[in-house]
């Protein structure tokens, strides 16, 4: 094969310095065919590729190579079997062949498959307000000095580019319900169509297709703003892409370094602080002429009016104790002594928890996300040591509130 060289030295020989064929041949030591060759193609390269490949070892085993290698594809990544495997596999059922063959087919037969099955992406275009994009991201922050791996839920309006970020010590349903009313209501209204991941705190089960049986309390969510909910296919982070590269933006430019603060409430107020300027300090990607700030001020009146505050509980059956008191997600919360030998329901906000019974409130405490709190109980005078004793058992600090002064009194007249 003629190097590259080669044909650069014949060419010039014969165009520039005007040297005869036989000059050439003796000179550089080619034939008269390869020169002529050179000169008549005008090509400044040669390459060999063969039409047709001879498989004289492979050809009887290609069903059962193919089959192989098809079932080795599908299986999982960590599950699959390198060629080496594959040959011997193959050595073990006769064949006699060597191991370059088995390993020159696996790459033909991959590089036509690859052709075959490659994935095309459109872009996509959203009219305003349209549409939303939701998705959570795991960050890691000090909170009082203490390393805590918070959630941040994540908003993001597709046409405009608006962005909105909120962090949360969990990613559970009224975690979401609160993300969605905080966003909702920075932006002062709703898109017609809400984009999610299949994440169970919406989605229950997944069907072919863009089939779902979402969960009655999202849907209920979505029903009071007026939005459609439409969850993405397995593993197609694509179909929402934007709000997949604001977990990336806002990780890279929000979070690092990393951050410092009292609590969570000092957080999320630099947050909010954060986006809006964000949004006002950069330019939209396709309307490069305004920012993204702008582009939002003129897609707000396209938005679906902002319909209040949605009533986002989790609730859950408890019992409560004999001492007045509610476990719920690890942690004791007192209620009223009436409540006493009958089940309540536990409704479970982002920031409290609310315990009613019968549709009556019968306790209403900040939650707490620790475990084992408790706060003491005041008794009053003469109460038994040991009722004190238990309030003293608590190894932190609690965030539920003392119950009321009727529920004290019952208790210590109890204990007497």
Not at 111 to 125: D, I, M, N, Y
Not at 281 to 302: G, L, S
Not at 372 to 399: E, H, I, K, V
Request: aromatic fraction near 10%.
């Amino acid at each position: 094969m003629l190097v590259v060289e080669t044909i650069a030295k014949i060419r010039r020989a014969f165009f520039k310095q005007g040297k005869p064929i036989k000059a050439i041949c003796r000179e550089l030591g080619v034939s008269r065919k390869v020169v002529r060759k050179v000169i008549r193609s005008g090509a400044t390269e040669f390459r060999y590729e063969r039409e047709d490949q001879p498989l004289p070892k492979i050809g009887r085993w290609r069903e059962t190579l193919d089959q192989l290698l098809s079932e080795n594809e599908a299986k999982p990544s960590r599950e699959r079997l390198t060629l080496i495997r594959l040959f011997e596999e193959l050595r073990g059922r006769r064949y006699e062949g060597g191991y370059d063959a088995v390993r020159r087919y696996a790459r033909r037969w991959a590089k036509e498959r690859g052709q075959a099955t490659a994935a095309a992406f459109v872009p996509l275009s959203f009219a305003p307000g349209e549409a939303y994009q939701f998705d959570w991201s795991h960050e890691i922050v000090l909170l009082s000095g203490v390393t805590v791996t918070v959630k941040a839920a994540h908003v993001r309006l597709c046409h405009s580019r608006m962005l909105f970020v909120r962090a949360y010590p969990r990613e559970t349903q009224e975690m979401v319900f609160d993300a969605h009313d905080r966003a909702f209501a920075l932006f002062k209204g709703t898109c017609g169509r809400g984009i999610y991941d299949n994440m169970k705190t919406a989605v229950e089960t997944v069907f072919v297709g863009k089939d779902r049986l979402y969960n009655r309390r999202f849907l209920q969510m979505c029903s009071h703003y007026l939005v459609e909910p439409v969850a993405c296919t397995p593993a197609s982070g694509w179909e929402k892409g934007q709000v997949e590269n604001q977990v990336g933006l806002v990780r890279e430019r929000f979070f690092t370094p990393r951050l410092r603060f009292k609590n969570l409430d000092e957080l999320n107020a630099w947050l909010l602080d954060r986006c809006i300027a964000y949004a006002k300090a950069h330019r939209h990607p396709e309307f490069t002429d305004r920012t993204i700030w702008e582009v939002f001020e003129a897609e707000r009146p396209k938005l679906v009016p902002y319909a209040g505050r949605f009533d986002g509980f989790h609730a859950v059956p408890a019992s409560v104790s004999k001492t007045c008191l509610v476990r719920f997600d690890n942690n004791k919360y007192s209620v009223a002594a009436s409540a006493v030998g009958r089940p309540v329901e536990v409704q479970a906000y982002a920031d409290r928890i609310v315990i009613r019974q019968d549709g009556r409130v019968v306790g209403e405490h900040g939650r707490s996300f620790g475990r084992d709190d408790l706060r003491p109980l005041a008794l009053r005078p003469r109460a038994c040591p040991q009722a004190r004793r238990l309030a003293q058992r608590g190894t932190l600090q609690g965030l539920g509130v003392a119950s009321r002064h009727r529920t004290r009194a019952a208790q210590a007249r109890r204990c007497r």
